[in-house]
């Protein structure tokens, strides 16, 4: 009924990221501090380097952010996974982080899907959901359940609006930009993306005793963070930067307690996945339920700053390749570590990631090709070269051999595709950086001090069907998004070049 009135759900989720965004400066102002940091830093890199980014990059350089929040029970999950829908938001990706680095949660992101759709605007949530079969402690996850069973995180009158919204919603549209949100009228919509924001606010009065607060955060600090509040509150935000070694650089001389390294691969000529640091969580002041005024004073760590820069998708081959490199950096370090009996300090582990990286990861557009490590796209540069070198090509030639030879030739030309996605090794970094210590040492096989100790975890496919399930039946797979979108560049050049590149 609204025709060109209403809103896409892309031009929704630009004012969700936005809307977020404002909120967040104001609740965490450092973080503002740091926005203004990596605006002044990208201006001198575009400055100093004009041509080595794209106009696509340059038009979705500030809007290129993504947040977090963490939920309590597969029917939070429920509620957020159909509002993100609306926003064009949609799960892709399995994170187990209580198999890769022994924390009580997994996890999915919401984010666009399709090309036009992430270069409009790319704005992701990295959601992670309580794992109560991680926690053995039968008071805590009493605690726990109750508290969850009590709060409602999405008003009465968003969860109308959602209603709505979902009317409207005729088809998937997954991968289509454009999608109109036709069930809402502007004004609805507007109000809508408000209500949605309204979810991750931050509500400094809890309705949890500081007893019973320092019980969960003694079983793990973020059974604490996800149960003692009202709401989901979003618990960072990441704007992208073009220079992450400077910002890091300058987060420390300008006096902010910034992470000790920058999590993914090192600094390459051809950048890949995602590198990512912050500033650490600040300390809140929390007021809890009881005493005497009817409240206690006391604090809360869970906020911080971050910081993230794009590289290129990796193939599953690069993948791998990717994660034994990281498992030999990790095997150097403690090598290191055991003989000298101490510590490797923050250079000396930048060092051996460089070293490790530059023996092993190859460096060159045409190497990434040619041994399937990276995900591209491809264009036409000279129609004739083109047609001829692939019509000449032998019989049982590799086709990634004869693309790389032909942008060789120059015939055609390529770009990597951009990693849309996260690092499970990274986000656990991220997240044990900004947990207390005692938590962080409970990484190693002595749980006893935090108290999750489990006896029925369930394993990664059984917690990932259950998350699946919560989402709303599927969890798309990055690869085969990665995949797709080179096999349909491929199969567009070969339109253009009337033969069967397949
Ligand atoms: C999420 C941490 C993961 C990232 O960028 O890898 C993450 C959290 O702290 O809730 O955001
Ligand atoms: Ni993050």
Redesign the pocket.
Known sequence: FCSSKCLTSTQMRALLASSMSTMYRSEVPLYGQLLSIIASINSDFIRASPNTISDDEISRLYVER?G?I?VGTAEELSLLARIFKVFGMHPVGYYDLWRDAKLPIHATAFRPVGKENLVKNPFRI?C?LLRMDCIQDGETRGLAEELLGKRSIVPERCINLLVKAEQGQSRDGVREAEVKVDGLTREEALEFVERVVDIFAWHKDTPVSLDEYNLLAKTHPLVADIVSFRGPHI??L?PRTLDIDQVQRTMITSGIDAKDVIEGPPKRENEVYLR?TSFHALSESVEFSGGEGGLVEGKHKARFG?IEARGQALTRKGAALYDSLMDEVSNKKREVEKQRGAKVGKEECVQILRKVFEEGFPDSKDELLRQGLGFFTFSIKDVETARDMWQRQEQDAEALDTLADMIKSKALDAEPITYED?LPA??AG??QS?LPQAAVASQQPNEKSVGVQPDKVKDTSEARAMLQAAVGGTILDYFALYSEQQSQSIAEVATLLDIDMS
Do not use: K, L
């Open positions: 993504h977090a963490r990295f992670s618990n960072h990441t990512q971050e996260f990274s986000a991220i997240f900004n």
